[in-house]
């Protein structure tokens, strides 16, 4: 296997740390290497050292001959004057990209919504991440680095650019190194795992699961790892063999290596005390969204677009209303633990506004329990507007001194040290925390508010993967009913219970998970592109924007939605609130059931071997939940398919 770039006795020094010591290391050809470490470590410099834009004070990085070598950098170098079309493609005829089924399948897959022609100065961050991306897959490299290429991304688009860097090369061709903190994006991507500590670079075989289990086992036979590091990672390889659909692609040895392992865990949470505790401080009313729509006042359509659009569509220049949600009726119980999905600008936000009493509805009734008391994590980390000159001792300080997790009391200070800051923190002011210690603090200080409805939006950015299994540990014990909105299906699928998914404008419950979801989006988006065929059949349209052919639709829901609706039987509002809320009640029947059949098993599992009367007592116990399980899950089905048609 040749040899692509060989660090050889590589030493790396700051003025206020030192980074690496003595490293020597090697990217072959064909490998796929993911990066992890703990936020500072250094994974963004050895990316630089690597990539031979950061001189390194000792050893030498060597490059073979004629290597093409691809670098996104956290901070992108485009144009902010030139289109969308020049920072991509350059100075490429159309002709001649256009002609390339690769390039346009990477500007359908990442771009399509954002207009060809607009000065990338005019986009938002997101778009801009986009723009870049799509800027460095069209270029042909013999190695491609890209640090943290899922940021800005959400679900659908991380999981088409992990399947364009799995079919980008021939196996045992190219290399491809990324730094990111999505750990399913690791998983589905990566081949060989590089941990980033203590001036070290230490290698791991295997995606993200077979390098947390080979750092468990390390540690188990180093004896060097803390009781509760241990803890917390016997806990990810519980939810790595226990959990989601995701897993069980996952190579058998590696599963039943990991089971060996939490052979005597308990289970990630404990579902049914803390609904008993979450009723005690909620009741037994949350949050009814019933029959819920939002619109907004939106510019009408102009242009080539709106010489196209719809009879009746508002005169140019006119404002007409944008409808974000539709009908929604959503019923959340005291410790529902649910996640939201949906593409970027699909309405995720407004109906957090929605939920909390922020925004009213255009239509439709929100009630919110007498006893609801909310805790929010924004993305924008505005609740620390007023204390950024405060010291971290000084916060703490206008707290309780003690406070319950799992069982136990505690102080806010021990909790900020198990959010990874040390005691010599405490007096540093908020304004000089970098943005992931300010998110690990906003996340404290909502939860020392004791809210019994904690509301997340992207709690995950700016965390290394150790700080989000901490995260990820302490919502495990916190009693009360959450809401997650995350483009980290890993983080979504271990902290939920169920997802649900916003489809245009239309809220679904996705019992699959991501996987559902995103089948979902590949569903409507080719009903609206046999609907556009149709039309185009019968008459000619205007030319489309460059490099849309055949993308997947940014809002194409109209089509699609009107195709899955033209069979659907009419119901009534006041049938199909019924239906929604029975469904509502059957998915709580079925957490509770599951719950007793969990600990049926349990029961079974720990029964005298020997004893062949309890065994037969214990396999019937479990026959009889897993039955009456399957009853309402064939109950649940039927009141889908009524509802959906």
Same mark, same amino acid.
């Given at each position: 296997?040749?040899?692509?770039?060989?660090?050889?006795?590589?030493?790396?020094?700051?003025?206020?740390?030192?980074?690496?010591?003595?490293?020597?290391?090697?990217?072959?050809?064909?490998?796929?290497?993911?990066?992890?470490?703990?936020?500072?470590?250094?994974?963004?410099?050895?990316?630089?050292?690597?990539?031979?834009?950061?001189?390194?004070?000792?050893?030498?990085?060597?490059?073979?001959?004629?290597?093409?070598?691809?670098?996104?950098?956290?901070?992108?170098?485009?144009?902010?004057?030139?289109?969308?079309?020049?920072?991509?493609?350059?100075?490429?005829?159309?002709?001649?990209?256009?002609?390339?089924?690769?390039?346009?399948?990477?500007?359908?897959?990442?771009?399509?919504?954002?207009?060809?022609?607009?000065?990338?100065?005019?986009? &938002?961050?997101?778009?801009?991440? !986009? %723009? $870049?991306? *799509? /800027?460095? #897959? @069209?270029?042909?490299?013999?190695?491609?680095?890209?640090?943290?290429?899922?940021?800005?991304?959400?679900?659908?688009?991380?999981?088409?650019?992990?399947?364009?860097?799995?079919?980008?090369?021939?196996?045992?061709?190219?290399?491809?190194?990324?730094?990111?903190?999505?750990?399913?994006?690791?998983?589905?991507?990566?081949?060989?795992?590089?941990?980033?500590?203590?001036?070290?670079?230490?290698?791991?075989?295997?995606?993200?699961?077979?390098?947390?289990?080979?750092?468990?086992?390390?540690?188990?036979?180093?004896?060097?790892?803390?009781?509760?590091?241990?803890?917390?990672?016997?806990?990810?390889?519980?939810?790595?063999?226990?959990?989601?659909?995701?897993? &069980?692609?996952?190579?058998?040895? !590696? %599963? $039943?290596? *990991? /089971?060996? #392992? @939490?052979?005597?865990?308990?289970?990630?949470?404990?579902?049914?005390?803390?609904?008993?505790?979450?009723?005690?401080?909620?009741?037994?009313?949350?949050?009814?969204?019933?029959?819920?729509?939002?619109?907004?006042?939106?510019?009408?359509?102009?242009?080539?677009?709106?010489?196209?659009?719809?009879?009746?569509?508002?005169?140019?220049?006119?404002?007409?209303?944008?409808?974000?949600?539709?009908?929604?009726?959503?019923?959340?119980?005291?410790?529902?633990?649910?996640?939201?999905?949906?593409?970027?600008?699909?309405?995720?936000?407004?109906?957090?506004?929605?939920?909390?009493?922020?925004?009213?509805?255009?239509?439709?009734?929100?009630?919110?329990?007498?006893?609801?008391?909310?805790?929010?994590?924004?993305?924008?980390?505005?609740?620390?507007?007023?204390?950024?000159?405060?010291?971290?001792?000084?916060?703490?300080?206008?707290?309780?001194?003690?406070?319950?997790?799992?069982?136990?009391?505690?102080?806010?200070?021990?909790?900020?040290?198990?959010?990874?800051?040390?005691?010599?923190?405490?007096?540093?002011?908020?304004?000089?925390?970098?943005?992931?210690?300010?998110?690990?603090?906003?996340?404290?200080?909502?939860?020392?508010?004791?809210?019994?409805?904690?509301?997340?939006?992207?709690?995950?950015?700016?965390?290394?993967?150790?700080?989000?299994?901490?995260?990820?540990?302490?919502?495990?014990?916190?009693?009360?009913?959450?809401?997650?909105?995350?483009?980290?299906?890993?983080?979504?699928?271990?902290?939920?219970?169920?997802?649900?998914?916003?489809?245009?404008?239309?809220?679904?419950?996705?019992?699959?998970?991501?996987?559902?979801?995103?089948?979902?989006?590949?569903?409507?988006?080719?009903?609206?592109?046999?609907?556009?065929?149709?039309?185009?059949?019968?008459?000619?349209?205007?030319?489309?924007?460059?490099?849309?052919?055949?993308?997947?639709?940014?809002?194409?829901?109209?089509?699609?939605?009107?195709?899955?609706?033209?069979?659907?039987?009419?119901?009534?509002?006041?049938?199909?609130?019924?239906?929604?809320?029975?469904?509502?009640?059957?998915?709580?029947?079925?957490?509770?059931?599951?719950?007793?059949?969990?600990?049926?098993?349990?029961?079974?599992?720990?029964?005298?071997?020997?004893?062949?009367?309890?065994?037969?007592?214990?396999?019937?116990?479990?026959?009889?939940?897993?039955?009456?399980?399957?009853?309402?899950?064939?109950?649940?089905?039927?009141?889908?398919?009524?509802?959906?048609?």
């Amino acid at each position: 296997m040749a040899i692509l770039i060989g660090c050889d006795s590589m030493g790396l020094e700051y003025p206020t740390r030192h980074v690496f010591d003595a490293v020597t290391l090697g990217v072959n050809e064909g490998d796929r290497i993911g990066i992890v470490g703990r936020n500072g470590d250094g994974k963004s410099s050895l990316l630089g050292v690597l990539a031979r834009t950061v001189e390194p004070d000792q050893g030498r990085v060597t490059w073979r001959r004629d290597l093409a070598v691809g670098v996104l950098g956290q901070t992108d170098a485009l144009d902010p004057a030139r289109s969308v079309g020049e920072n991509v493609v350059g100075g490429m005829p159309e002709y001649e990209w256009a002609a390339s089924a690769r390039i346009r399948g990477i500007i359908a897959g990442l771009i399509a919504d954002v207009p060809w022609d607009a000065p990338v100065g005019t986009l &938002s961050g997101g778009q801009r991440r !986009r %723009v $870049d991306l *799509a /800027r460095l #897959l @069209i270029g042909t490299w013999d190695v491609l680095m890209l640090d943290e290429p899922t940021n800005h991304l959400d679900v659908r688009a991380i999981a088409w650019l992990a399947r364009h860097l799995k079919s980008r090369w021939q196996p045992g061709q190219g290399a491809l190194l990324v730094v990111t903190h999505d750990r399913w994006f690791l998983d589905e991507v990566c081949e060989h795992m590089w941990e980033v500590h203590d001036g070290r670079v230490e290698p791991f075989e295997g995606g993200y699961s077979a390098y947390i289990l080979q750092r468990v086992e390390r540690d188990r036979q180093a004896a060097v790892a803390e009781q509760r590091r241990q803890n917390m990672i016997r806990k990810e390889l519980a939810w790595l063999s226990r959990g989601a659909q995701a897993r &069980s692609t996952k190579a058998k040895f !590696r %599963v $039943d290596a *990991a /089971r060996e #392992l @939490i052979a005597d865990e308990p289970p990630v949470r404990n579902t049914l005390e803390l609904k008993r505790l979450a009723v005690a401080r909620l009741g037994k009313q949350v949050i009814d969204l019933e029959n819920v729509s939002v619109s907004f006042d939106a510019p009408a359509a102009s242009g080539v677009g709106a010489a196209a659009g719809a009879e009746g569509a508002a005169p140019a220049g006119e404002r007409a209303p944008r409808e974000v949600l539709r009908d929604i009726t959503w019923l959340i119980g005291p410790g529902d633990r649910f996640g939201v999905l949906g593409e970027n600008g699909a309405g995720k936000s407004t109906l957090l506004s929605v939920l909390e009493g922020v925004l009213a509805p255009t239509r439709g009734r929100v009630k919110i329990g007498q006893t609801v008391k909310f805790g929010t994590l924004s993305q924008q980390l505005t609740e620390l507007a007023p204390v950024m000159d405060d010291t971290l001792r000084e916060i703490l300080s206008r707290y309780k001194r003690t406070y319950v997790v799992d069982g136990k009391e505690t102080s806010p200070e021990k909790l900020l040290e198990r959010l990874g800051f040390t005691r010599e923190q405490l007096l540093s002011r908020v304004r000089d925390l970098s943005g992931g210690q300010r998110r690990r603090l906003q996340l404290l200080l909502t939860i020392l508010a004791e809210p019994n409805v904690l509301i997340l939006d992207e709690p995950g950015n700016d965390l290394d993967t150790d700080m989000l299994a901490i995260v990820e540990d302490l919502l495990d014990g916190w009693p009360g009913t959450l809401i997650l909105v995350s483009h980290d299906r890993y983080l979504m699928e271990r902290v939920t219970d169920h997802q649900y998914a916003l489809i245009d404008g239309h809220l679904r419950h996705v019992p699959g998970g991501v996987d559902e979801y995103l089948r979902l989006l590949d569903e409507r988006d080719a009903a609206a592109r046999d609907a556009a065929a149709g039309k185009k059949s019968d008459s000619a349209g205007p030319r489309t924007a460059p490099g849309t052919a055949g993308a997947p639709a940014g809002s194409g829901g109209a089509a699609g939605a009107s195709g899955a609706g033209a069979s659907r039987p009419q119901l009534s509002r006041q049938e199909e609130y019924r239906l929604k809320k029975q469904l509502a009640s059957v998915e709580r029947k079925m957490q509770t059931q599951r719950g007793r059949l969990e600990a049926a098993r349990a029961e079974l599992a720990a029964a005298d071997p020997t004893n062949y009367q309890a065994l037969e007592d214990g396999q019937a116990k479990v026959d009889a939940a897993q039955e009456a399980l399957d009853e309402l899950e064939t109950e649940w089905l039927e009141l889908s398919e009524t509802l959906e048609g």
